[in-house]
């Protein structure tokens, strides 16, 4: 242990140094140590003796933290022998320390210790824990509403005379897309596909209550355009900020006489008739679902199918996926898709979205075809 004789003299040194101020170091709340090329503290401030002991000055580096063994990597060292600066973490009696170690040159510039800074994070790195902890839970909560999610989704399948396929992919763990298909009664199937704004949680949780409704309206209103004003006005009743919004496509299918019976409340995304011979746009105007207005009434058209006649349905994750220079995918690519590849459709659409967005997914998208068959 060095003497008081001794002590001032390293006091002194580091004063004509010029590299660091005693009574500023002395006065700080953190932790600062001085340590030499053989890892001998040639010198302690006041909070670091007062927290580890006054006899630190003289001791070796490592047995002021309780060690029995230098540390296997040493930043002191470190900064000795390459003049770096060097920083890490260490836990002491508990808590948790960032500790930064400068090297310290003489008059000459040559390095012959190194300064040590040991700021207490021991706060920070609980609450670290306890968010990493936190997140866990939220991970697994979320994997249970995306499973959930997932489940209530519509079979692939054939309803009499129409088939169901789909491709449905989340940007993230929950989706904002949703989209159904059910048995209204013995003559009518229905259809939609929507899209809420955003994504995540919030956006998951209004696609359970668009389905939920939707399905709670079929069984007293026929109507596409009725429908949509129904959704509206229990959609209105939830009295959200008016940035919470979404939109909806909706058509009944009548599988005795084959009309094609739909209105549109806002979504951009037409969709596209097609057979061997046509291929054309549903174009129907209508207002997304937002708390806007007061009240929303809605355009029905109607066609007729036939057997061969597919309809596909698909959201603006489909259309507005960019390449690297933010180029839009674009209605066109789909419509060529179609023309080009009458088989595999969704497949054909899917892969080309991956090879155009270079498999960078920014937005849900989900994708949808019906398939008259008979």
């Given at each position: 242990m060095l003497g008081k004789e001794n002590l001032n003299y390293v006091e002194k040194k580091i004063e004509e140094y010029g590299m660091l101020n005693y009574h500023v170091l002395e006065g700080m709340a953190d932790w600062v140590r001085v340590v030499d090329k053989d890892g001998t503290i040639i010198y302690a401030n006041k909070t670091m003796k007062e927290a580890l002991g006054k006899d630190l000055v003289g001791m070796k580096c490592y047995?002021?933290?309780?060690?029995?063994?230098?540390?296997s990597f040493c930043i002191t060292e470190r900064s000795i022998n390459t003049g770096e600066i060097v920083q890490k973490e260490e836990k002491i009696n508990g808590r948790y320390f960032s500790v930064k170690s400068s090297p310290v040159t003489n008059s000459e510039g040559k390095v012959f210790a190194a300064v040590e800074v040991f700021r207490d994070v021991t706060r920070e790195r609980k609450l670290e824990l306890e968010l990493i902890e936190k997140n866990k839970k939220m991970s697994k909560d979320l994997g249970f509403a995306k499973r959930i999610q997932e489940k209530i989704l519509p079979n692939k399948e054939i309803l009499d005379n129409i088939s169901i396929d789909y491709i449905y992919r989340p940007s993230e763990m929950l989706s904002g897309d949703m989209f159904d298909v059910f048995?209204?009664?013995?003559?009518?199937?229905g259809i939609y596909i929507s899209d809420v704004s955003g994504h995540g949680v919030a956006a998951a949780m209004m696609t359970m209550f668009i389905r939920q409704t939707m399905r709670s309206i079929k069984d007293d209103i026929l109507s596409p355009s009725v429908t949509l004003s129904e959704l509206y006005r229990r959609f209105s009743t939830l009295n959200l900020e008016v940035d919470k919004?979404?939109?909806?496509?909706y058509g009944v299918f009548n599988k005795i006489t084959y009309e094609f019976r739909y209105s549109?409340?806002?979504?951009?995304?037409?969709?596209?008739?097609?057979n061997k011979n046509k291929m054309e746009t549903l174009e129907i105007k209508g207002y997304p679902m937002t708390l806007l207005f007061k009240e929303i009434f809605y355009e029905e058209k109607s066609i007729k199918l036939s057997k061969g006649d597919k309809i596909l349905f698909y959201t603006d994750g489909i259309t507005e996926a960019k390449?690297?220079?933010?180029?839009e995918f674009g209605i066109e690519s789909v419509m060529e898709i179609i023309?080009?590849?009458?088989?595999?459709?969704?497949n054909e659409i899917n892969n080309n979205i991956i090879t155009h967005s270079w498999g960078e997914q920014q937005d849900d998208?989900?994708?949808?075809?019906m398939d008259v068959i008979k």
């Open positions: 047995r002021a933290h309780g060690k029995k063994m230098p540390c048995h209204i009664d013995d003559e009518n199937i919004y979404f939109t909806i496509f549109n409340a806002g979504h951009n995304c037409i969709p596209i008739r097609y390449d690297k220079s933010g180029r023309e080009n590849h009458k088989e595999n459709i969704l998208f989900a994708i949808v075809l």
